[in-house]
């Protein structure tokens, strides 16, 4: 069975770094894209990268280009979403979530269970 | 990039059949046929509904449905349930990464 698990929520203040991860487990990591999705409070799904663990090929949507670091370490089946400095405005829930098929135009079949981010002095 | 276009919301009784309209441009829906559908109940993570247009992952009901005409894709609910009432989103492939609509509150009435 596919299984992404999120780490704990987080309460930070702007200013200070922070990096949550995504564990996958029952499938091949290194063979299937997986990606962060966000969601602030209220609103709607913002797809903001994507990685491919099997030789770190990432893309990020034009929003969360230079705002954020996706990487992954295959060796432990994690993937990684990690700011140097946050904003009261990174405050939301993300996701990571894992392609449906292998081809980088696959949907998100599989989804973690969200981890909170909030940011707040 | 922007975000693809829903309606805010659509409601409708049980039984009836409602349709979720997502228009984009010839860049993202348009241009591929490779959008998705997604079902979001509150404090939920979503789940895949439809992929590739009209495909139905296993376990998906068939009573969800999807088809596409130009930059304007579709999802409709027939026999719609009160375990339908949720946000639903759209999303299509755009060559170079993913958009998602802004998101379509459907209420059972």
């Known amino acids: 069975e596919v299984q992404l698990v999120q780490s704990g929520a987080e309460v930070k203040k702007p200013g200070e770094s922070l990096k949550i991860s995504c564990k996958g487990s029952g499938y091949s990591f290194t063979t299937y894209w997986i990606g962060w999705v966000r969601q602030m409070p209220g609103k709607g799904l913002e797809w903001m990268g994507i990685i491919y663990p099997g030789d770190s090929d990432t893309r990020y949507s034009p929003s969360s280009q230079g705002q954020v670091t996706i990487s992954a370490d295959k060796s432990i089946s994690t993937a990684y979403l990690q700011w140097s400095s946050l904003k009261a405005s990174d405050t939301a829930m993300y996701y990571c979530?894992?392609?449906?098929?292998?081809?980088?135009?696959?949907?998100?079949?599989?989804w973690g269970q969200g981890t909170l981010v909030t940011v707040s002095s | 990039q922007s975000a693809l276009t829903q309606p805010a919301s659509v409601s409708g009784s049980p039984g009836q059949s409602i349709a979720i309209s997502c228009t984009g441009t010839?860049?993202?829906?348009?241009?591929?046929?490779?959008v998705s559908w997604y079902q979001q109940h509150p404090g939920k993570a979503p789940k895949l509904m439809i992929y590739e247009v009209s495909n139905r992952p296993s376990g998906v009901s068939d009573r969800f449905s999807g088809s596409k005409s130009g930059n304007t894709a579709s999802l409709t609910i027939s026999g719609l349930q009160a375990e339908d009432e949720a946000d639903y989103y759209c999303s299509s492939y755009t060559s170079s990464n993913f958009v998602f609509g802004t998101g379509t509150k459907v209420t059972v009435l």
């Open positions: 979530a894992r392609h449906r098929g292998g081809a980088f135009n696959s949907p998100f079949g599989y």
């Open positions: 010839s860049s993202d829906v348009g241009g591929y046929n490779y």
